[in-house]
């Protein structure tokens, strides 16, 4: 069985007058199996929306090849289009003026679908993201994170295989967002396959199969996201709880710990290889601190190591 999505050597080059050419995918070469939730992660610039946008048949690529469930996005636009949904978020692909069902009746007519089928399937899926008893209102009263709740069922309207997802909860709520990742669940459970396009951690973690790193256009990491820490090699973590400051100091200056920080009400000590996370286990205990476990890198900490502290640069 074919993968839901194959990218292989994808290049796409944005030409510039009078200024160098920007590359925004460098021979990227990703794939992902279907059913399966993947996360995309990257900083800003990274080239993400760039990869959904070909995939989705929004933008041709420069070089290289991408199909959705064994069709190309180059010459099987029609065919793609009707397998795949995109959920970019934000202001596009709404129209203020209309009520959340008008919207999702004109992008029915859009999909060519028929009435009676649009008219159905609007009213349940506006059920499902919980704007049902605001189906009616015109879309410029609604918060974001209503907004972005319309953009998932437009998404789903044609009923496609394979959804692209950027920034899905950007504005929702906790709860909210709770509900959405509870949804996605759902439909991966009855056969979709998602690329999620993140800079959530906490939301990768909870809801991705597998994530892929990339920066510069170019594919840093893929992995299982519960297994994501191996690519550190042999660093471990300690997490212990200690008020005095002074003790994490003193941790951070020992041969086999390479930095100490602190992390919500608690300290985090990152290792240098294997023996290191007992090593300080046995510091710990010795110092009457009895509140410590041994832990795995999370994602987050793979994410920063991996492209490097750079700030607000993009």
């Known amino acids: 069985m074919e993968d839901a999505v194959a990218a292989s050597s994808l290049r796409r080059v944005y030409e510039r007058k009078r200024k160098d050419a920007v590359v925004a995918l460098d021979d990227l070469t990703l794939s992902i199996a279907r059913n399966e939730i ?3 992660l990257g900083p800003n610039g990274a080239g993400k929306t760039t990869l959904v946008k070909i995939l989705s048949t929004v933008l041709l690529p420069s070089g290289g090849s991408a199909a959705v469930l064994g069709h190309d996005v180059v010459a099987e636009t029609k065919v793609v289009r009707s397998l795949v949904g995109l959920v970019l978020g934000g202001d596009r ?4 003026r209309l009520s959340a069902r008008r919207n999702l009746l004109f ?19 506006l059920e499902r993201v919980g704007l049902a008893e605001r189906a009616d209102d015109p879309v410029e009263r609604f918060s974001r994170g209503m907004r972005q709740r319309l953009h998932l069922a437009r998404g789903l309207l044609h009923e496609p295989r394979v959804l692209f997802l950027d920034e899905p909860t950007s ?5 909210a967002a709770v509900a959405f990742r509870r949804l996605v669940l759902e439909l991966r459970d009855e056969g979709r396959t998602f690329l999620l396009a993140t800079h959530d951690m906490d939301e990768a973690t909870a ?39 002074a003790l994490a100091e003193a941790l951070g200056v020992l041969s086999f710990v ?10 985090r000590v990152h290792t240098a ?7 300080v286990l046995a510091w710990l205990v010795e110092r009457d601190v009895l509140t410590a476990r041994h832990a795995q890198p999370t994602l987050e900490e793979v994410y920063l190591r991996t492209v490097g502290d750079r700030g607000m640069r993009v």
């Open 38 to 40: 993947h996360g995309l």
């Open 93 to 96: 692909g709404l129209y203020d």
């Open 107 to 125: 992008w029915g007519a859009l999909y060519k679908l028929d009435a009676r089928t649009v008219r159905r399937r609007a009213d349940a899926l």
């Open 171 to 175: 504005g929702l709520d906790p709860v």
């Open 207 to 245: 809801l991705c199969d597998r994530v892929s790193l990339i920066d510069r256009g170019r594919l840093l990491l893929t992995d299982d996201t519960a297994g994501v820490g191996r690519v550190l090699g042999d660093r471990e973590c300690v997490d212990f709880v200690h008020e005095d400051g």
């Open 258 to 267: 390479t930095d100490v920080e602190r992390l919500d009400g608690r300290w």
């Open 273 to 279: 290889d294997r023996d290191g996370a007992r090593r």
